[in-house]
């Protein structure tokens, strides 16, 4: 009609409204049969977590392996030892671990719970033990290890960090299965007692890198059980406190301070180690080098093959390879992570979240000296760098990991349904049924049960 005014063709949305374009634009993003779409589904299934941490601990060992093999071998020529000299002693403890790894997946939660007290004892007698003379051995300044005879030996500061896992996770356990961690002093005592007295012998043999692990591990574990933050920003004043006086009191802390960030080395010689690492770091480029070829480790680099072995895979890896690492960590960060968020047992909760805790802030400390952003605290990096004291009790806490993981009802029940199916398969090839019968028995007896 003339004089009426045309109705617009598309009605105007709503304030605060979602328009059909952009929800469909973003459905081809994030639909159910989108690549993301996909690959949230296969996170969401309940064996996703024990694969993650399966494959990603198994590929950080054998790539750390190679590593191994690669910087540690002019090390060996200058001590005048064979080649392969730490390749083999590595490999024989990823042997050993790999044992200790599967009977930790194998074992019961509740006989993990059962070591919690004997481990810790154990741990206690052993770290006593290093302040005897002649039982004692001093590496590098460090009063922390205990002679087995020949070129092996042990440091029982690293099983102390598994011991307060499992302590610290039964502990928790019980004290909130008895609803007392609302309660400050139920939810301090004793684990801070025992954290300190843990500190306090290991920083006696003057191993302050693992004391720093052992306080990220006890602050991972009172976040877990719900502690307040007020009781964190007191704690971390302490602890601040505390470690400046350390560093005040050991002029070659000072000194490690003061390389944060050094770029050249000074006239007095300081900082040797952190340039050269950063000069490993910024000669790998993008690709590397190639495996083997690393120029830093033919003496320029202190400690190539253990606290400085990331520094060796970026100068032959390069940034891609460095990258695959922290992917690998990353992987097994979120596994861990989602086993303690996902699980019903407040034992299992505290102990994945405890060891998750332990293996990425060790990380972390290794990673972060090597780029220049922390302070070298002479941690290796996890089942990656050479040492058979560190490597053993981390492959025991993965394969904890690895049994939590299987203990959730809905990975049981996967579990036994793959199994099932293996059997099943297996029984038709023996009998010679083809493939394709197989399959179509399968289905129609889930059409049956249905």
């Known amino acids: 009609m003339a004089g009426t005014k045309a109705r617009p063709a598309v ?13 469909r634009s973003k459905s081809r993003f994030t639909g159910p049969g989108t690549a993301l779409g996909r690959f949230q589904r296969g996170l969401e299934r309940p064996l996703t977590p024990y694969y993650l941490i399966l494959g990603s601990s198994a590929l950080i060992l054998v790539l750390g392996l190679v590593m191994v093999f690669s910087a540690s071998q002019i090390e060996a020529r200058t001590l005048g030892l064979s080649f392969t000299f730490f390749f083999t002693k590595q490999l024989t403890a990823v042997a050993l671990g790999s044992v200790l790894m599967y009977v930790a997946a194998r074992l019961p939660v509740r006989l993990h719970r059962a070591l919690a007290y004997p481990l810790l004892i154990a741990v206690l007698g052993l770290l006593l033990l290093v302040a005897v003379p002649g039982v004692g051995k001093a590496v590098n300044g460090n ?41 400050w002093k139920h939810l301090l005592i004793p684990l801070v007692p025992m954290a300190v007295l ?9 191993d302050m890198g693992t004391a720093m692990i052992i306080c990220a591990l006890l602050f991972g574990l009172l976040w877990i059980s719900g502690a307040p933050m007020r ?3 007191g704690a971390a004043a302490i602890a601040l406190g ?18 944060i960030g050094a770029t050249s080395v000074p006239a007095d010689g300081s900082c040797w180690q952190a340039v050269q690492g950063v000069y490993a770091l910024a000669g790998g480029g993008l690709t590397g ?3 083997g070829a690393s120029v830093e480790k033919w003496g320029q680099l202190p400690e190539p093959h253990t606290d400085f072995i990331f520094a060796v895979t970026g100068e032959e890896l390069g940034l891609l390879g460095t990258l695959s690492v922290l992917a690998l960590f990353a992987a097994l960060g979120y596994a861990g992570i989602r086993v303690a968020g996902r699980t019903r047992d407040p034992f299992i909760r505290y102990a994945a979240g405890g060891a998750t805790t332990w293996i990425m802030a060790q990380a972390m400390i290794n990673i972060g000296a090597v780029l220049g952003l922390l302070p070298i605290a002479g941690v290796p990096l996890p089942m990656f760098s050479y040492g058979g004291s560190a490597l053993l009790p981390t492959m025991f ?7 939590f993981a ?17 059997r099943k398969n297996a029984l038709g090839r023996l009998i010679g049924l083809p493939q394709r019968t197989i399959a179509r028995l399968g289905k129609a007896r889930q059409r049956r049960e249905r």
């Open 11 to 23: 009605r105007p949305a709503r304030p605060g409204a979602t328009s059909v374009a952009v929800f």
């Open 143 to 183: 009063q922390n290890w205990i002679s087995l005879g020949g070129s092996f030996q042990i440091q029982p500061s690293e099983f102390a960090k598994l011991a307060l896992v499992l302590w610290g996770a039964d502990l928790l356990a019980r004290k909130q299965q008895m609803r007392m961690l609302d309660q």
């Open 198 to 206: 843990l500190l306090t012998l290991v920083l006696a043999g003057g």
């Open 231 to 233: 009781l964190f920003g």
């Open 242 to 259: 505390f470690s400046t006086l350390l560093i005040a009191l050991v002029p070659h802390r000072l000194g490690r301070i003061q390389c």
């Open 289 to 291: 080098r190639g495996l």
């Open 397 to 403: 806490a993965v394969g904890m990991l690895l049994c």
């Open 406 to 422: 299987r203990s959730e009802p809905a990975a049981r029940a996967a579990l036994a349904a793959r199994s099932k199916r293996t």
